[in-house]
């Protein structure tokens, strides 16, 4: 999958030049910033709506907020549950399938890079700082000298 200025591909794997668009249908048509999928293979894009769009197939299933004000900028579906991080700096936590709010967590800049194990939450924001969380507590493990951002996270388990 891809997503981009007012469009969202699905990719066939096995011929590379084979790709579908997404169906909107009732849904509002925007441009999706980022995407991925869960384990069961349903995808997720966050809107620059400040919508998360539920993929099922290449059919938009549903649009949910994701972000207070602004656009996502973050997502990541893992371990039953979905992460948004808006450019407002919440990350809102989802379950899935049923797409209820589980949890919200505050920042005091915009989301850039969410990754979740074993019920650590770790959460990369622009201005460079990152933090881990862990049920309430919320701790910052690095802070930037400067206004950077932080793209990407990965979380080993160690």
């Not at 049920?135 to 000298?145: R, T």
Request: charged share 20%.
């Amino acid at each position: 999958m891809t997503s981009g200025t007012k469009h969202i591909k699905f990719w066939d794997p096995i011929n590379e030049s084979k790709k579908h668009s997404g169906i909107h249908g009732e849904y509002p048509m925007t441009s999706h910033s980022v995407c991925c999928f869960d384990e069961e293979g349903v995808a997720y894009t966050g809107g620059h709506n400040g919508l998360v769009y539920k993929w099922v197939e290449r059919n938009c299933a549903g649009t949910y907020k994701g972000s207070e004000w602004g656009f996502v900028s973050a997502i990541r579906a893992i371990d039953g549950q979905l992460f948004a991080g808006g450019k407002c700096g919440t990350v809102t936590i989802f379950s899935l399938p049923d797409m209820a709010v589980t949890n919200t967590c505050k920042f005091d800049s915009m989301i850039r890079a969410i990754d979740h194990q074993g019920g650590n939450l770790l959460v990369g924001t622009r201005n460079g700082s990152i933090y881990h969380c862990a049920g309430e507590d919320k701790k910052e493990i690095m802070a930037s000298h400067h206004e950077g951002e932080v793209w990407g996270l990965s979380n080993n388990g160690s």
